[in-house]
């Protein structure tokens, strides 16, 4: 039953292809993909605080898919807090 849920929220979700993403790559519009879900961080952008490592680490990554660093521990390590407070800037899913 979840599985349906999750599906039927997807379809009604904008998608967006990896371009239009990579379009979104500046810190007053930073977009980003993690596990073929976009967010919109631009509002997260605004204060370095925001997050610990400070933005160095976020500016290079805008517009592009980084799965990787999100989730690999070893490349960049992120908590269950972080994926919560990443939730709150969803837009979309990564069109296929």
């Not at 371009?19 to 631009?42: A, F, M, P």
């Not at 997260?44 to 933005?55: I, K, V, Y």
């Not at 980084?66 to 969803?90: E, K, M």
Request: proline share 3%; glycine share 8%.
């Amino acid at each position: 039953m979840a599985d349906e849920q999750q599906r039927e929220q997807q379809q009604e979700e904008q998608q967006y292809t990896l371009q239009e993403v990579s379009l979104h790559s500046t810190r007053d519009d930073g977009w980003i993909v993690v596990d073929g879900v976009v967010y919109d961080i631009s509002d997260l952008l605004e204060d370095e605080t925001n997050h610990p490592g400070g933005l160095t680490l976020i500016l290079p990554e805008l517009g592009t898919d980084v799965s990787t660093l999100f989730v690999d521990a070893g490349v960049h390590a992120h908590s269950p807090a972080a994926a919560d407070q990443l939730a709150l800037y969803r837009i979309g899913t990564l069109a296929v």
